[in-house]
T-cell receptor, first 112, second 113 residues
Framework: SQQGEEDPQALSIQEGENATMNCSYK?????LQWYRQNSGRGLVHLIL?????REKHSGRLRVTLDTSKKSSSLLITASRAADTASYFC????????????FGKGTKLTVNP | DAGVTQSPTHLIKTRGQQVTLRCSPK?????VSWYQQALGQGPQFIFQ???????QRGNFPDRFSGHQFPNYSSELNVNALLLGDSALYLC????????????FGSGTRLTVV
């Protein structure tokens, strides 16, 4: 079963705008990761945030984590047409679980 | 440095048949996980192989089985195919079995008719 939900399910913006996607999860976690998927192909790892971190940056990506609300957000700044993809959050549980539990994803469209 | 390689890329099978999907992990990785992704959904964990043994399994029936070879490559076998098995099957690899930043293959698109 899915761990949680991404919100919104779909997002359409213009090039240069910022895109914000949210993720909620249900159980306590060790880490939360964000992945990108182009056109139903393989997933590309974007960024990982540990449960004891609140914010992390990587290039144009900014991730926040609020463990009290069991939620995370991914901000993509100055978006480009090439950012068009589906974005998924994935969690691994406390206790050293080897599996990742994914949400249903946000489909982002960046219009040129 | 080759990433994760999956074969075949596309496959069409008939209900009741059996299928084998293959995965070669990224160089240096020794752990392989398999995921099923139905259309419009996030990937769902099937199982993980480490040191040639199934280490953890998701909520999938016994029709789904796997194997890991001494060179760390892996196979996913699905018996008695159902229409609902139609999905993208993703293989992911990592070193040491845990955590951070799995490398995913491009997947095998299985269609059951």
């Amino acid at each position: 079963s899915q761990q949680g939900e991404e919100d919104p399910q779909a997002l359409s913006i213009q090039e240069g705008e910022n895109a914000t996607m949210n993720c909620s999860y249900k159980t306590s976690i060790n880490n939360l990761q964000w992945y990108r998927q182009n056109s139903g192909r393989g997933l590309v790892h974007l960024i990982l945030i540990r449960s004891n971190e609140r914010e992390k940056h990587s290039g144009r990506l900014r991730v926040t984590l609020d463990t009290s609300k069991k939620s995370s957000s991914l901000l993509i700044t100055a978006s480009r047409a090439a950012d068009t993809a589906s974005y998924f959050c994935a969690t691994d549980s406390q206790g050293g679980s080897e599996k990742l539990v994914f949400g249903k994803g946000t489909k982002l469209t960046v219009n040129p | 440095d080759a990433g994760v390689t999956q074969s075949p890329t596309h496959l069409i099978k008939t209900r009741g048949q059996q299928v084998t999907l293959r995965c070669s992990p990224k160089s240096g990785h020794d752990t392989v996980s398999w995921y099923q992704q139905a259309l419009g959904q996030g990937p769902q964990f099937i199982f993980q192989y480490y040191e040639e043994e199934e280490r953890q399994r998701g909520n999938f029936p016994d029709r789904f089985s796997g194997h890991q070879f001494p060179n760390y490559s892996s196979e996913l076998n699905v018996n008695a195919l159902l229409l609902g098995d139609s999905a993208l099957y993703l293989c992911a690899s990592i070193m040491g079995g845990y955590g951070y930043g799995y490398t995913f293959g491009s997947g095998t698109r299985l269609t059951v008719v």
